[in-house]
């Protein structure tokens, strides 16, 4: 049976009055005077808040949100999990930080986490702990496979994300965002991913036999494809910021098959997708592939303490002695949350909560399908996306998206847009989420969607 917080009585979703309320206005000026111009949730959700517990969120005017951003994915296990709260506050008292020396917080982590790969996989995996952030452990993943192959390319996906670090930022889709930076890392190489609905190549699923796959396997076999062999290629399995993409189960199958066979490390980000979002500990194991290469990060802990690691195939393991050393890697009481929260992944059946809550969001959304407007809904376990685009031109809905996520807010529900401009209304839920929750948001949700008026 999947254990749920209970709810204290008062944390309904309700929402007095305009947004920001006038507590939150006061916070949001005070961010905007002292803060960087580069701050971006509150922009569009503002709100300043101030307590949180489960999915729920209250902000600094009492009102109640139901949190279907759950920190960016980071909050696994809900706001504040009692049990992760005590596993950390316990760990503080103990020992807190511990650069990368030896712990019993850090091994019974390890342990969990191992524990928590595929058996094939358990024996031959090493971790390394990397600066507390996705964008960290993903330059961690490259320097040890450039390191391990001597080559120095690198093989990305159109529509990634992978952080906002130099090189992480290299590999991103993203080009708004890489524009204004000056030499940003070289020898990243872009390819078609599985998008159907924007197919890349310009195809229809119906007919174009994975031809996206076919162009990474032509080029990097063709001697004249220009190309040198890369260190990495670099995948994530759903793209989450990317619009909740999942990729397509041939696609992934064919450059498991391609990077094997040519000897270049897959390197799988699952910063977004890892620890159960998909309704499996990681997403590649949807696919039925081993990665060389594992990047976690966000839920790691389960309640936002942050952590990241490389998990990576022991052949790799060349680097030297500090090849990337970091101090913030020893967080004692984000490992005493995350052990804990394996240990509360397995007792509570989390991951079957996730494939039940999924199941009922996909049907839920299914009321969406007959607005025009809705180009696609689609995700995996928890993480969806609902892609609105113009009925004639396909032209990413980003100012009717924008209304709908306002739109909810004011209802009481907070989500989070994402793809090409932002034209993808992302719904990421704790795993632990509720069903009664689930269907509250949808219907706020279809109320957004129904209110608000494309176009405008
Ligand atoms: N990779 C993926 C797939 C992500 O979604 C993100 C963050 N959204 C990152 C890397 C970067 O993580 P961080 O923000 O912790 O650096």
Avoid at 58 to 81: C, I, K, Y
Avoid at 307 to 336: C, K, M
Wanted: with cysteine; glycine share 10%.
């Amino acid at each position: 049976m999947t254990q749920v917080h209970t709810r204290p009585p008062e944390l309904v979703p309700h929402v007095a009055g305009d947004l920001p309320g006038p507590r939150s206005a006061e916070y949001l000026e005070h961010q905007r005077r002292w803060e960087s111009n580069a701050r971006a949730y509150p922009r569009n959700l503002p709100i300043a808040i101030a307590e949180a517990v489960g999915s729920h969120v209250r902000d600094m005017d009492g009102n109640v949100f139901l949190d279907f951003l759950s920190g960016a994915g980071v909050l696994s296990l809900g706001h504040n999990h009692p049990e992760l709260v005590r596993a950390a506050t316990a760990q503080l008292g103990v020992l807190t930080h511990g650069l990368d020396f030896p712990t019993p917080a850090k091994r019974e982590f390890i342990d969990a986490q191992l524990s928590m790969l595929p058996a094939g996989m358990r024996e031959r995996m090493k971790l390394h702990f990397c600066g507390p952030t996705g964008a960290n452990a993903v330059d961690a993943a490259l320097k040890l496979c450039k390191t391990a192959t001597g080559r120095g390319d690198i093989v990305s996906f159109q529509g990634g994300f992978h952080g906002s670090s130099h090189a992480a930022m290299a590999l991103t889709g993203l080009v708004s965002q890489k524009r204004p930076i000056a030499n940003g890392m070289p020898g990243v190489h872009f390819f078609p991913y599985s998008y159907c609905a924007r197919c890349p190549l310009g195809l229809s699923p119906n007919t174009c036999e994975t031809n996206c796959v076919a162009y990474l396997e032509r080029a990097l076999q063709d001697v004249n494809g220009g190309l040198p062999l890369p260190a990495a290629v670099v995948l994530e399995m759903v793209q989450g910021e990317g619009g909740i993409v999942p990729a397509r189960r041939e696609f992934v199958r064919r450059v498991r098959a391609l990077t094997r066979k040519l000897d270049i490390p897959l390197v799988v980000d699952e910063v977004q997708t890892g620890c159960g979002r998909t309704g499996r500990w990681f997403a590649f194991e949807h696919f039925d592939i081993e990665p060389d290469v594992i990047v976690a990060s966000k839920a790691l802990s389960g309640m936002g303490l942050p952590v990241a690691v490389i998990f990576y195939d022991e052949r790799l393991d060349t680097w030297a002695p500090g090849a990337h050393s970091g101090t913030f890697r020893g967080n004692q009481a984000a490992f005493a949350a995350g052990a804990a929260a394996v240990r509360i992944v397995r007792r509570d059946d989390v991951l079957g909560n996730v494939r039940r809550r999924g199941a009922q969001l996909s049907d839920r959304l299914t009321m969406l399908r007959n607005n025009p407007w809705v180009r696609e809904i689609r995700g995996l376990g928890l993480m969806w996306g609902i892609e609105l685009a113009d009925p004639g031109d396909g032209t990413p809905a980003s100012t009717y998206a924008r209304a709908v996520q306002a739109h909810a807010l004011r209802n009481g529900l907070i989500i989070e847009l994402g793809g090409r401009d932002d034209g993808v209304v992302r719904l990421m839920p704790p795993l632990t989420v509720t069903a009664e929750d689930i269907d509250r948001a949808s219907l706020i949700l279809a109320g957004a969607i129904e209110h608000c008026r494309p176009g405008d």
